[in-house]
Nanobody
């Protein structure tokens, strides 16, 4: 599966952004989906994951209550709604697909999109 993330941009603290991840291929519904963030010189940090059906989700503690992951299997799309953004949310966001139903470990995601940059100014 090929993934393409979009929707990043430069915003002010407190603003919202919605990231999208478009997937190609016939079996999008067979993959768990995740979002990760990478800062300069840092490893990719887990942000959120959704199960194959989207019925189960998982979040990093620092985004709980602010971010929402969702997916539309009919349209081969995944989304990350980010509200109440903070400067520390800045980074390059990647969507990824895993053969696991839902998991937070980046090393277990096989397919990665190219990343979309988010910059949050105070």
């Amino acid at each position: 599966v090929q993934l393409q993330a979009s929707g990043g941009g430069s915003v002010q603290a407190g603003d919202s952004l919605r990231l999208s991840c478009a997937a190609s291929g016939r079996f999008f519904h067979a993959y768990g989906m995740g979002w990760f963030r990478q800062g300069p010189g840092n490893e990719r940090k887990f942000i959120a994951a959704a199960s194959r059906s989207g019925g189960t989700t998982d979040y990093a503690d620092f985004v709980k209550g602010r971010f929402t992951i969702s997916r539309d299997n009919d349209k081969n799309m995944a989304f990350l709604q980010m509200n109440s953004l903070k400067p520390e949310d800045s980074g390059v966001y990647y969507c990824a697909a895993t053969s696991h139903n839902i998991i937070s470990a980046a090393r277990l995601y096989k397919y990665w999109g190219q990343g979309t940059e988010v910059t949050v100014s105070s």
